[in-house]
């Protein structure tokens, strides 16, 4: 399924639902603090020219939950805006386990 937006040079984009898929994974990915996505990990509605989205992901161990929950969806929305024309709506975080690091990683959070 496409999405098709138009815009004011009387032109359309299109985008396919793997592309916003794609931008919305790799934005919650790319915060530190999080162990993987869960499951099929995003879904999203798309109304109009908006966005909603769920993320499903597992923490590691000792991450402060709700901080981490913030940056994410700050990310998710500054990643969709600047990426695409869309607006992100909603956008739920759901932490649904905690992972332990391996002894051999120590990067820091």
């Known amino acids: 399924m496409k999405n098709l937006i ?13 592309v916003l898929l794609s931008i919305i994974s790799l934005a919650t990915q790319e915060i530190s603090g999080v162990g993987s996505l ?19 992901i597992n923490v ?3 991450v402060s939950c709700a901080d981490l929950a913030f940056r994410i969806q700050d990310n998710i929305r500054r ?11 909603k956008i739920d975080v759901n932490i649904l386990g905690v992972e332990f690091r391996n002894k051999k990683d120590t990067t820091t959070l």
Not at 79 to 89: D, H, L, M, P
């Open 6 to 18: 138009n815009n004011d040079s009387g032109g359309n984009i299109t985008y396919g639902n793997h």
């Open 38 to 56: 869960v499951g099929k990990g995003v879904k999203m509605d798309v109304v109009g020219n908006t966005v909603n989205i769920v993320v499903s």
């Open 60 to 62: 590691y161990y000792g």
């Open 79 to 89: 990643n969709i805006e600047t990426s695409t024309t869309y607006k992100a709506g």
